[in-house]
């Protein structure tokens, strides 16, 4: 099975910006939507971007404009820069893999995960 892990998060004032990593151990960009995700305290887990096998991308409206998603198939790693963060991206953010923009079902066992902090 693919593992999954991510880094890259950490501790950053508003405003600032982090680019996160998520290293798959398996070559699967190639077939399958690579996702990232938020949990936020008290919250649900929900998808902030994905980027599909052919490059297209998609965004959560609360992310739009802020993040980007991107990949290195050589590397078989996906990225996630942040800029212009605010308090309300503090979360734990994962990746994960599956099909469609909105990836409704994921293939992979959830990671650790990256605590990124946004704060004063």
């Known amino acids: 099975q693919v593992q999954l892990v991510e880094s890259g998060g950490g501790l950053v004032q508003p405003g600032g910006s982090l680019r996160l990593s998520c290293a798959a151990s398996g070559s699967i960009f190639g077939t399958y939507t690579m996702g990232w995700y938020q949990q936020a305290p008290w919250k649900q887990r929900e998808l902030v971007a994905s980027?599909?096998?052919?490059?297209?991308?998609n965004y959560a409206d609360s992310v739009k404009g802020r993040f980007t998603i991107s990949r290195d198939h050589a590397k078989n790693t996906v990225y996630l820069q942040m800029n212009s963060l605010k308090s309300e991206d503090t979360a734990v953010y994962y990746c994960?893999?599956?099909?469609?923009?909105?990836?409704?079902?994921?293939?992979?066992?959830w990671g650790q995960g990256t605590q990124v902090t946004v704060s004063s």
């Open positions: 980027i599909s096998n052919v490059g297209s991308t």
């Open positions: 994960n893999f599956g099909f469609g923009p909105t990836i409704t079902k994921v293939f992979g066992s």
